[in-house]
């Protein structure tokens, strides 16, 4: 079945489930899990030639990016672990986190995609989209959602 299965967390509470959920399915098809994170690259909120006073320098933010996908991905290997399923960690940097989580499956050639749904719907689901869908609609590989 499958041998390489991404679990992408934002680090919440229902996220986490679905990593320990993705986790289960793994071990009893003998996978492996890639744990990804994608923090939320600033360059795109910068506008012509304003750049904010408070702005982080690029090693800033490269630091506080690895810091955070470190905090994050610390669950996802610790569950991975306790379990005894292989686990490999992975970042990127990115505006649209479902271009991330595509990308991240391609590059760790991964077969298939593990991730929560956080389930928006009406205005909130309008106003800022799901990367659950997004995801859905533009992965080359399978994807399992949990809800």
């Known amino acids: 079945m499958f041998k390489r299965i991404l679990l992408p967390t934002d680090g919440s509470d229902l996220s986490k489930k679905a990593v320990k ?85 391609k590059k760790k050639k991964c077969d298939c995609i593990f991730m929560a749904s956080h389930g928006r719907t009406g205005l909130g689901a309008l106003v800022l989209g799901s990367q659950t869908t997004k995801v859905l609609t533009h992965s080359k590989v399978p994807v399992l959602v949990y809800r």
């Open 21 to 105: 959920k993705g986790i289960e399915f793994a071990k009893s098809i003998g996978a492996t899990v890639v744990g990804f994170f994608s923090p939320e690259d600033y360059r795109a909120l910068m506008y012509s030639e304003y750049i904010p006073p408070s702005l982080l320098s690029q090693e800033e933010f490269e630091e506080n990016a690895r810091k955070a996908a470190e905090k994050n991905l610390a669950f996802v290997e610790k569950t991975a672990g306790a379990a005894g399923v292989k686990y490999e960690g992975f970042f990127l940097t990115s505006i649209a986190p479902w271009e991330a989580i595509i990308e991240a499956a």
